[in-house]
Every structure is written in C-alpha cells, then in structure tokens.
C-alpha cells in the first residue's frame, strides 16, 4: 500500500539549556513519565495504559439439595392443583345438592324447635286436665321520683 521508509530517530547528544525551565514531577500529565533512553538521556515519553488484569472467573457452585428438591416438587404440585381443579368440576352438581341438603336440615331443625313446644302446649290444654292454672297479680305503688316501692302479691 504504502511504501515504508526508514527513518533515522535522533537526539540531542547533550542536554542543552532550554528556553524552559524543566517540568516538576506534579506537573507532568498522566500517561506520560520521565523515561530514560539506551544512551543516558532522560526525556518525556507516553507510556502505554496498563490494562487492570480481568476479573476472576467465578468458580461454579453446587447447586443446594433444597433447590433441586423444590424443582422436583413443582410439577407434581401444578398437577396435583389441575388435578383438584377437574376433580371439584365434576363434583360441583354433587356440592349443590348436599348443599341444598344442608339448607333443607337446618330448616327442619328450626320448624321442630319451634313447632315441638307449640304442639306440647295444644296437647296438654286439650286433654282436659284437672290442673287448675294459677293467676298472679301484683300491685306496686312508689311516692316521688325516687321514692320506695312498695306492692302486693295475690295467688288466686
């Protein structure tokens, strides 16, 4: 492509007074240093970026008991839930009617706790007893607003 020349490189063979004053180590930029050259002289030169040394690999962990344990598990749980979800679809006619069922007893259960003691009072009032029922009357009379009270009581 292009044709390569030789070039001489040359230096001062002495230093030399400049018309500078020579640079103070604080003021020398980064990437560039004091350099010394195979003949003795000291000079700036750009030095080249030191790369930082690549990250340890991470070493490969086991993987733990509880985590393969749990990923075995999974799908047995998923179709154990499909599995329940299919089975109360087909049980869901059968719910109903127990439920209805269920409604049906306590309706029983509330007429008989009513109806029983209303047929014990009919039965008795009509098999005539002797029993003659007592009357209780109570007369109470109080004076003033917080006055005390003072009443009678007649068994007839």
């Given at each position: 492509m292009y044709p390569q020349t030789a070039c001489e490189i040359t230096t001062l063979a002495t230093q030399q007074p400049t018309a500078h004053a020579p640079m103070l180590p604080h003021e020398i930029p980064p990437g560039v240093q004091m350099v010394t050259l195979p003949g003795g002289i000291?000079?700036?030169?750009?030095?080249?970026q030191q790369t930082p040394p690549p990250p340890?690999?991470?070493?490969a962990q086991p993987i733990p008991?509880?985590?393969k344990t749990t990923a075995l598990l999974t799908p047995t749980i998923g179709g154990g839930i499909a599995a329940a979800g299919i089975g109360l679809s087909y049980a869901a006619p059968g719910l109903?009617?127990?439920?209805?069922?269920?409604?049906?007893?306590?309706?029983l259960i509330?007429?008989?706790a009513i109806g029983v003691p209303a047929l014990?009072?009919?039965s008795r009032a009509t098999t005539g007893t002797s029993r003659a029922s007592t009357h209780i009357t109570q007369n109470?009379?109080?004076t003033g607003m917080f006055g005390k009270a003072s009443g009678t009581?007649?068994?007839r």
């Open positions: 000291r000079t700036l030169a750009y030095t080249p340890p690999v991470p070493a008991a509880w985590a109903i009617a127990m439920s209805q069922a269920l409604w049906a007893t306590v309706a509330a007429a008989a014990l009072r009919l109470i009379t109080a009581i007649n068994h």
